[in-house]
């Protein structure tokens, strides 16, 4: 899936949507719900998804699984990788 010129960026988005991929098994999430109005803040936890520690924007993100569901922090890119999964019907 391209979505970027640059070929960087475009590696680091492949790279995401992949690790959004795992995410999604070992969590065994059926479905993401995202926030209306996604709210972003700034957080040094690390990102839930891509397990990125360095400090930076956040999103709460509700999965669905069979148990119920849990709340994530993710990144911005990771918020954006799991909504193109969802929106292709990956999840
Ligand atoms: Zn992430």
Do not use: T
Request: glycine content about 6%; aromatic content about 14%; hydrophobic content about 35%.
């Amino acid at each position: 899936m391209k979505v970027f010129d640059d070929p960087e960026k475009q590696a680091e988005f492949e790279r995401h949507l992949q690790l959004a991929r795992e995410f999604i098994e070992s969590e065994q999430l059926n479905a993401i719900h995202f926030p209306d109005i996604p709210q972003e803040f700034f957080s040094w936890e690390p990102c839930e998804c891509c397990h990125s520690k360095l400090g930076g924007s956040r999103y709460e993100i509700k999965g669905i699984g069979d148990e119920g569901w849990y709340l994530y922090l993710v990144c911005v890119e990771c918020f954006d990788a799991l909504n193109i999964l969802q929106s292709e019907g990956e999840i």
